[in-house]
Structure formats: structure tokens, C-alpha cells
């Protein structure tokens, strides 16, 4: 925790050094001297703060099943439990307005790995909708206490229920076995995914926001407009 603190602060303290000598040794006046405080201050606050993040899990199972992912990204995220249900699709589509990521969570102890594609699958509208509303960038699946979690059964998965690799950027498989280690063994299979998630969640800086907007803001070349026929 010192060391993180310590290599928070590190890039002002050589920052500052820099200022300090342009003011003392280059004759810069202590404005022009600053210069480099200025520029780190806006690359903090343009590139490097992000907005902020609530992820929204989405399930058919109760907040008791999916308590470990909770607890483990509330760390770092606002998190948003939603329950769907069949007949207030309303309520679902409103929940998904008050987040900017989601996470679709299925558990096998269902009995079956019934997400899409197949035959009584629980998500597929749930999961295009969520696609639609905010990007197949924000959404991903999540199917927890799996008798095999490993890449080859992810892969397998991905090809028998090919809306999820569609809607979504990317599909975590999670078992039993996994999840007995956590978080006592720091370096783990499980933790190795929870580290990809999480980095999947970070939101857009305030500047690609800006240049996003600002995109959509510039009007089309002449050579960029589709010829009439």
C-alpha cells in the first residue's frame, strides 16, 4: 500500500524537479517554469481520470448467488444488482439506463447452461438488449460454478451459444473449485480472471468522451458522402 502511494506521487515529485530547475537554472520566469506542472496536471485530468463506473449484474438468480463478484468489485465499482423477471420488463430496461456496463450472470446450479441459442434459454433477449442499449464493449456474460472453467469449455461454449460472442465482448466461466481458493490465494486462476473483468469495466477518460463528441460534431467531407446513383 506504501509502495502504490509512493508510486502515485513519484511522477510530481519529477514533475516539480524539472519546474524547479527551469525557474533557478534556466532564467524562465515562474510561469513559463511551470509549464510542466500544467501539462501533467491536464494529462491526470484529461487521460488518466476516467468517469465512473456502475455495473449493473443481471440475473434470474437472487443477489445470495453472485454475493462474491459483488462484494469483490464494490472495491472499486458502484455495483447495481437486477433481478429480471418475466413480466417486469419495464423495471429491466429502466435499470439498464442507470448503468454504463453490465454483466449477465448465469449459475449452472440451475441444472443446465442455458443462456442462448438452445432449447428454453433464459437470456437471449435479455442479453441483445443489453448489447443494443450499451454496446457489446460494456456487456459481458458470466456463468458461474461450472464443473470445467478452462479456455477449451469457454471456446466450446462460445460455438454451441454464438449470441453470446455477438452481444457480448466476452464470456467468464467460473467453478466451485476456483472460487474455494478465493481471495486467500492471490495469484490464481480466478483472480487472473477477476483482474481481466475489471479492466474490461474501466470507463472512457474524459478525453476520448471529448473527441468522441466531437467526432459526431464535425461535418462530412465531400468525398466522404455516399454518391447518388
Known amino acids: 500500500m506504501k509502495m502504490q502511494a509512493v508510486m502515485k506521487f513519484l511522477p510530481w515529485v519529477g514533475v516539480l524537479s524539472i519546474t524547479g530547475a527551469l525557474y533557478i ?8 517554469s511551470l509549464g510542466p506542472v500544467y501539462l501533467y496536471a491536464a494529462y491526470v485530468l484529461c487521460v488518466q481520470k476516467r468517469l465512473p463506473v456502475v455495473v449493473g449484474i443481471f440475473s434470474r438468480e437472487p443477489e445470495e448467488s453472485y454475493a462474491w463478484l459483488s462484494n469483490h468489485l464494490r472495491q472499486e465499482f458502484q455495483v447495481k444488482s437486477v433481478f429480471i423477471s418475466n413480466n417486469e420488463e419495464w423495471k429491466f430496461r429502466q435499470s439498464i439506463s442507470e448503468c454504463n456496463f453490465a ?25 441483445k438488449t443489453l448489447s443494443t442499449t450499451l454496446g457489446k464493449k460494456n456487456v459481458i456474460v458470466v456463468i458461474d460454478d461450472v464443473d470445467n472453467a478452462d479456455t477449451n469449455a469457454k471456446e466450446q461454449l462460445l460455438q454451441s451459444q454464438p449470441t453470446i460472442a455477438s452481444t457480448a465482448c466476452d464470456l467468464f466461466l467460473f467453478s466451485s473449485t476456483e472460487k474455494e481458493s478465493f481471495p ?46
Do not use: C
Not at 537554472?25 to 513559463?32: A, M, V
Open 25 to 32: 537554472f534556466g532564467g524562465y520566469s515562474l510561469f513559463w
Open 103 to 127: 454483466i449477465l450472470y448465469h449459475t449452472k446450479r440451475r441444472g443446465r447452461l442455458n443462456v442462448t441459442d438452445v432449447t428454453d434459454s433464459l437470456y437471449d433477449e435479455e442479453l
Open 184 to 229: 486467500v490465494v492471490q495469484q490464481s486462476s480466478i483472480t487472473d480472471k477477476l483482474v481481466s473483468m475489471r479492466k474490461l469495466m474501466q470507463g472512457p477518460s474524459y478525453l476520448s468522451l471529448l473527441l468522441t463528441r466531437l467526432n459526431f460534431r464535425l461535418p462530412r467531407s465531400k468525398s466522404a458522402r455516399t454518391p447518388i446513383l
